[in-house]
């Protein structure tokens, strides 16, 4: 399987407008995770369903602020939609 966090924070550097080693740091001094604005969530959850070729990966229902706030969270629901999907 493709590495889901680290195309997600890769996304999240490009929406951010921020170097990827910036939120390795910030990620590195939360203790793993990181919180994310919910409409950022959004956006990378978009940007991820592009990348992975997988339109529709993120539900209308999946865009909550639990799934979408932090990167764990949203990692887990892609991973989730993808092995449902039978994604790579």
């Known amino acids: 399987m493709t590495d889901t966090k ?5 996304q999240l550097a490009l929406v951010r407008g921020r ?8 990620l590195d001094a939360a203790g793993g995770d990181l919180e994310i ?3 950022e969530g959004q956006t990378v959850a ?17 865009q909550t ?6 990167v764990q969270s949203l990692e887990r629901l892609i991973e989730r939609r993808r092995t449902e999907r039978g994604g790579d």
């Not at 680290?6 to 890769?10: A, E, H, P």
């Not at 170097?19 to 910030?26: E, G």
Request: aromatic share 0%; glycine share 8%; proline share 3%.
């Open 65 to 70: 602020r639990t799934n979408l706030t932090t």
């Open 46 to 62: 978009m940007r991820m369903e592009l990348l992975l070729g997988m339109e529709g990966l993120i539900r209308p229902e999946d």
């Open 37 to 39: 604005d919910s409409k």
């Open 6 to 10: 680290g195309m997600l924070l890769d």
């Open 19 to 26: 170097d990827r080693t910036h939120l390795d740091s910030q």
